[in-house]
């Protein structure tokens, strides 16, 4: 398990919110929507399942440890737990450990993934068990194989005071235009530091920017193709 100091964290708070086109989430904070426009459970699967060779990568492995920059509604994860729990075998186990300044409210979270029906029963129990005030770290057993961790704080000091091993990333912080923190040479070398060897991570973020500060952290990054007619994508392995 990665262990996570809670002196270090600051807890987030939730941000406002508009919803746009019926439960369409929207941060007025960064001005960016939460999700890709034509379907948000769809692009997890295209950005951050195979870029990160999964389910495929985790088949062979009794645990597996997957990090993400930026919690969101939670959609990454519920879709990410549907998949583990059509290809996991007995006795594997997944932990799932998001990093988030401004956590949702419970209410926020089960209406935004409501529009999915195929991740009801996920997000049914994601919502069941969320707390009301979500702050510190929020440690959620959802079965006897799926670990959810969301680290409520800012991700440089998240991800600075988590244990090394993450076999996968998920770097979906609002647009690197909207949120260049979420982004910074910083941040990744430390992604990539607690990173184990052969990891990998994935985002639907292109920016040249980015890209650079991937490869600088001491990812081999490539370009792939993007998800609904986006030109790219990246994504990339951490040298053995």
């Known amino acids: 398990m990665t262990d996570i100091n809670p002196d270090q964290i600051g807890a987030g708070k939730p941000q406002p919110l508009e919803w746009r086109d019926g439960d369409m989430p929207y941060s007025t904070a960064f001005g960016d929507h939460f999700y890709c426009q034509t379907d948000g459970r769809l692009e997890c699967g295209h950005v951050f399942l195979a870029g990160n060779g999964l389910p495929d990568r985790w088949s062979d492995r009794p645990t597996f440890l997957i990090g993400e920059l930026g919690f969101g509604t ?3 994860f519920s ?17 799932f450990m998001s990093f988030e300044l401004y ?10 993934l409501a529009r999915w029906p195929e991740i009801d029963a996920e997000r049914q129990a994601l919502a ?45 912080g609002f647009a690197p235009s909207r ?3 979420m ?12 990173t184990a060897p052969g990891g990998s991570f994935a985002t639907y973020a292109a ?3 980015v890209r650079r500060n991937l490869a600088a952290a001491g990812f081999a990054v490539e370009r792939r193709k993007g998800f609904a007619g986006k030109r ?8 053995q």
């Open 179 to 181: 949120n260049s923190d």
């Open 103 to 112: 956590p949702m409210r419970r209410a926020e979270i089960d209406r935004a």
């Open 183 to 194: 982004w910074s040479e910083e941040l990744m070398r430390l992604v990539c530091e607690k």
């Open 128 to 172: 069941a068990l969320w707390p009301d005030g979500p702050e510190g770290i929020v440690a959620l057993d959802l079965d006897g194989q799926t670990r959810l961790s969301v680290v409520c704080g800012r991700a440089l000091d998240g991800v600075a005071a988590a244990a090394p091993g993450f076999d996968a990333w998920y770097l979906d």
């Open 232 to 239: 790219e994508m990246l994504c990339g392995v951490k040298a």
């Open 79 to 95: 879709e990410t737990w549907r998949q583990w729990k059509l290809h996991r075998r007995p006795g594997q186990h997944l932990h």
């Open 74 to 76: 939670g959609l990454n």
């Open 207 to 209: 920016a040249g920017f």
